[in-house]
């Protein structure tokens, strides 16, 4: 019998890669699903449950800290499999080329809880194009004291760029801090043409 080794090309190793991620989604053996995309703003990675997007993250994140995240809030059972975000990188896609102002993905929330998931389900309700003061938004959860809590559960959105955490700003309209960093938020501004 012979042990030599044959080499895989790069087109039969992604196709098995691809049959590898659908087959795992159909045997329920995905908990987590990701992928990368290029965006004006650097690449993002996404990641799904089967309830929604449960991530978005910029570069700057470190995309392997994230998948560690992942894993220990959500399940260890991750997988590359574009597939499944298919929908979330057309939606992305069109945001970034000005054809979207909403997003109609389904959305999982479980990377935040109390005040601070309160926070970013209320952030999709600013429409594009417009801009509210960490103040205004805590008022509109109810707890208008809560300014600088609202501000932390800006800065740990799971969800940039889809739960609009970038058009929230300090009172006196500066743009306050973004898990992306300021250059993207200023992009993501001036993409919504926000005042």
Known sequence: ?????????????????????????????????????????????????????VRVAY??????????????????????????????????????????????????FSMSSGFRQSVQRYLPHIKYGHTESYKEVAEHVGNPKASRAVGTACATNPLPVVVPCHRVLRSDGSLGGYIGGLEAKTTLLNLENAA
Do not use: C, H, W
Request: cysteine-free; glycine content about 4%; hydrophobic content about 45%.
């Open 1 to 53: 019998m012979d042990n030599t080794l044959f080499p895989i090309d790069s087109a039969t190793l992604t196709e098995l890669k691809a049959r590898l991620a659908v087959e795992a989604q159909e045997r329920g053996l995905v908990d987590v699903a990701y992928r990368t995309i290029d965006t004006p703003v650097g690449p993002l990675l996404l990641a799904a449950t089967e309830a929604g997007l």
């Open 59 to 108: 570069e700057k994140e470190d995309f392997s800290a994230v998948l560690d995240s992942l894993a220990s809030k959500i399940s260890p059972r991750i997988l590359k499999a574009p597939r499944r975000l298919d929908p979330v990188a057309e939606e992305i896609d069109e945001y970034f080329s000005g054809t979207r102002l909403t997003f109609d993905v389904p959305l999982d």
